[in-house]
């Protein structure tokens, strides 16, 4: 670990985004029809190594079932809009309509209903029903409370999501903090848990038992975390850092736990450039949200843009470039990398000549001056 | 101290700016509610490590009082127009309505006008009888003819401040210069002093018995400074650097001479960066100018802006987010860190873990290419 | 190779742009009539080290024909328009004048008729006939099918030319890959090969027993390759590499391969970067693009653009700056750079002193920070 | 000398431009009337260290006249329009209304008409008699040729100034190469030449026995040279590089060489950046083009952008900032430092404790990523 000396009395180490790398391709391609993309974590098998975000603009129970159609799995938010309302549909039909800049203001009113119980079970049965792969999200504040709910309604995948999350978090006496390393155990349903952005927090959030680590922090699209808190950690230096976690936690306990990139990227060479700094899988906000069958209907945002004091996060209209299965296999009709993701993908690991996922992360890197890939 | 050779005849240090840094979230959290923000210096305790800047658009003798009541504290700039003038408001008005482009001869023209001693008296006495703690700044150019009087007027703290202010200044026979060392050990009142901006300059100005050091050298947003005279040191080096100066004293003295970090800074996440360089507290300018109830109606500018012969300062309109309440503590409506600056730095102590200011210096930071927080 | 640590269990080597360096002259100049420019590769001499690109806007039969009675080479893509039409020039106007935002239809309608073996065997007999150079281009995927024709019609340079080529391509059984290792020996024909942007890479293609290897991934004006698929190589590491590559492969086999930089190239000054990392020559695409004579009218795009699926590639005008012999020769009447290409070359060699293109190789660089040359 | 690895096959210097270093204050500061600014070279006093550079917007015969009063000295092309047309104003005035995109030809119309001997008598006597310090300009290629009437008239100061100019220039026995090592040593007037960038050529052209040495390649405002060439050295690397060499020239000779910085200054503090970097004096175009009294009427152009095959250089309008009294002395009524310039540096002198000029290249520098002084 090199560290750089900010000032005499502190230094700190460089970290890079994946904007300031690119993958450099070698001695050896393959055809991208011998490229296998599947991903498995835990008993559950994917063709691609895709998570939709929990974001109510991304993954909705209707985008969830698609994407399992397609191969991937979305994450439902348990404390998003299909769990405050039954009918959330003219919420996001409203929301949709709001302008970026003032938008806080109609999104913390309608982030203020309570999440009903009854609907978390009500969703995760329409998406098993649906013959879907069905995970959920909760934010590690109101997971000790809407776990009952959730345990009852047995979904597959369980996703623990704060912007920041520790295996250690303390607390003063007056409440009992959530203690990661004994739920997580204490579960059946396999968990991923994040985010985080350093080899420290992903260690010990592995070391919880979960099954997968998110890594990311401010790094999504309509974040600004990295503005208003000044935290964060560019990401490929966080999954880099994560992957010798990975590691570490492997040879520390025969369990490979997924370290799964989120936030970040845009187009398939993105999604390329994180698998090769040591990802397992992507979850992708912004880049589904482009799909004309998203949910938000081209808009994307968190629900930090909602907090009542200290909003963090801001709402975005994106372009739309096709539907869920465009996005994600094309045909695409567009040069610019945002749709035919995973075709991209495939084409990267043939030029790399790299046959799974998991062997692309074999590939090389160069790190770069100039974002946006290379110039000149 | 790791050098750069610029070229065969001439080496420097990399300096880093607070845009070039962010901080990494470890292995463990916090409660929000779990995080102390006070800051002691001297015999004077304030809720929150802020000191709002000592120019005429953000502190007057009532939004001194008025931070006094937030848990802050006011530095009123004895040379400004509330000691040039008996009834400044109509120049406050004034100014802010300038067009920024041709701001400079109506400043210097305003500021023509004398300091009248029997005003800083006045002033003082002002702030003092509203049950404010009373801090004040002069320039070193102006500290010995001013002195008298303000010694008279006792106030709590006083601020001696000019664009570079060093602990041995050099004069030519015709005058006797300012002599720091002697001066400050003779007050019975605290000092502060400064700008600053290297480790040498910090630690000679510690030893003249300074409470505080002012770092930060061109910092401001509405300084000229490093372009026309290109000087300065960017702020994230300039602290660490004057941290390692107090660190050296207190070894050599056993005094604890408090880093202030001042200028650069928009956000509550701008604030915690500094603290964790080294800073023990901030002094705010154009963050707090923008609230409804600062002095200068939204505008933002230093005395240098109104130098005769050499201005190196701009007057700057800022967009007002709320009342200075709302600025330091929020509600926030908007996600882009301007306003509830100390809940944004109580959150990001509490995401990494750190329960006080002082424990906070000991957060991770990363080096990083971007400016404005993290992309991707 | 000094590594940068990227995260803990990544790392890469820093890639440099041509933007990224700048030529220092040092204690010898020259006059510029005392410069040769030459370049010969295998039997073949040119007055100047250029080849044009083997994209449709950049060569035609009759634009080929110019370059050689300029001293330069055009190389005629076997698989562009004039090979899939007898008479391609409408649908070439038509390009033209396709606003950039929405050519990628049009373009994969008029790339869809296939290629026709007849129109091979005629163009390449047309250009010989005229008396010049004949250089040919074909992609990998295609070369097994189109060689035969190819061979028979008896050009005198073929270039074999992907995004990413390798020399050990793996398929799967299902089809034969292309053996560029048995392929390029079995030939009479010299071949140049490309593109590659790696150490690597360029060794085991210059192991074919290829005359000249194309360096330079991602690199072109019209290309999203780094978008699309994150991958690619600062172009003026990609040409050290292959140069360390080509000193290798010499001191192993005794024989020369030329370098060949492909892309990333706007002047002179660009040309002569270039050639100072290693390159004896390079191919311009968008440069000579820029000539009124050039076929594409001021349109300059890659078959990438028409890419069914993936499309990898943009349309763009370029503004005319006079005939292809301005271009390369001037004079100019433009302090841009674009225009009197060769006299730049030649004025470079001579402020640096140095008399041929193989002696220019050893001038010395800098990196710099500031894109598009110096700033201050 | 550490080296940067552009690739295996290639390494080079990092070259820092004067926006990519900062002057760093240190523990001493100084009164401003403390400070002495004057400059001399061989028998020549000047109050303040500043050469208006040989071009026909910046330097006229009265121009040199007013510079030369106000304590500075101005260097009169001789090749430029005062020598050859009896009456250039009319010209002057015609170049001063070309728009900057159409100024190519008609700069190359006017400047085809050839330099007349009998002018350089009489512009030279014509600044003499006014009792000027008289400085005169040359190109290399021009040298021998107008020598003979140049010597008749007898300069104070002859610059030999050219793009790039070494000591060894190679030429074809067609015609006599200038021997600069013969020449400067046979005249009895001191000469200034240039432009360097390198340790190697700066220290060669000390060798010729030059009183001063012009560094900067491409740095000029108003210059292509980086853009059409490809060459340069960013100029804090190149001043901090003749620096090297001045002192290694000193120890092998006992000679004090002027290293001169020439072009990509805009203000006093960049000025005193180069002064920082290992300057004597500084040469000015842009800046002093700035006046109302110059003679350019405030365009700026130099020779190069009238170049009949490979024009290198712009015409530029700069805004009038005042009378060149005002450029240099002020009072400035401008914050962003074009004005003063003198009064600026020596306040950057005072602010960092240093009296002289030559003192002042003690100063301490720091490496910043963002240009334009400091940010945050």
């Known amino acids: 670990m090199a560290e750089i000396e900010i000032g005499m009395g502190k230094s ?3 970290g890079y985004s994946l904007d300031e790398v690119t993958i450099v391709p070698s001695r050896r391609t393959r055809d991208a029809d011998d490229v296998d993309l599947s991903w498995q974590i835990d008993a559950y098998q994917f063709d691609v190594p895709v998570i939709a ?8 129970p209707d985008s969830a079932v698609e994407l399992s159609r397609l191969g991937a799995v979305g994450a439902l938010h348990l404390e998003g809009l299909w769990c405050r309302y039954a009918d959330p549909e003219k919420f996001l039909a409203e929301i949709c309509d709001l302008s970026p800049d003032h938008a806080g203001e109609r999104l913390r009113a309608i982030y203020e209903a309570p999440v009903d119980p009854e609907l978390i079970g009500a969703r995760i049965a329409q998406i098993r029903e649906a013959g879907a792969t069905v995970c959920v999200a909760v ?3 109101r997971t ?3 776990l009952p709910h959730i345990i009852k309604a047995e979904p597959d995948l369980l996703v623990i999501q704060g912007t920041v999350t520790s295996a250690e978090h303390v607390a003063d006496g007056a409440h009992d903090p959530l203690d990661l390393k004994h739920l997580v155990r204490r579960l059946e349903v396999p968990v991923i848990v994040g985010g985080c952005a350093s080899y420290q927090a992903a260690l010990h959030l592995m070391r919880t038992g979960a099954a997968g680590v998110l890594v990311g922090i401010g790094s999504g699209t309509t974040s600004t975390t990295g503005t208003v ?7 490929a230096t966080a999954i880099a850092d994560a992957r010798s976690a990975r590691m570490r936690h492997l040879d520390e306990t025969g369990v490979y736990v997924h370290v799964i990139a989120d936030g970040g990227m845009t187009t ?3 999604i390329a450039k994180a698998i090769v ?3 397992d899988a992507v979850m992708l906000g912004a880049p589904l949200a482009r799909a004309t069958d998203a949910p938000g209907g081209g808009a994307v945002w968190s629900m930090t843009a909602a907090h009542r004091t200290l909003p963090r996060g801001l709402l975005e209209h994106v372009e739309p470039v096709g539907t869920l299965e465009q996005v994600l296999f094309g045909p695409s009709d567009r040069a610019d990398g945002r749709s035919n993701l995973m075709g991209a993908l495939r084409k990267t690991m043939a030029v790399t000549g790299h046959g799974t996922v998991k062997d692309m992360q074999k590939a090389d890197l160069a790190v770069v001056a100039h974002p946006n890939g290379i110039q000149s």
Chains 1, 2, 3, 4 share one sequence.
């Open 12 to 14: 700190g180490r460089r």
């Open 53 to 60: 975000a929990a974001q109510d603009g991304v993954t909705s």
């Open 139 to 141: 934010t590690p504040a």
């Open 144 to 146: 000790e409370s809407l």
């Open 229 to 235: 808190l000044g935290v964060g950690n560019p990401q």
């Open 268 to 270: 398939g060479g993105d």
């Open 277 to 279: 700094c040591g990802a």
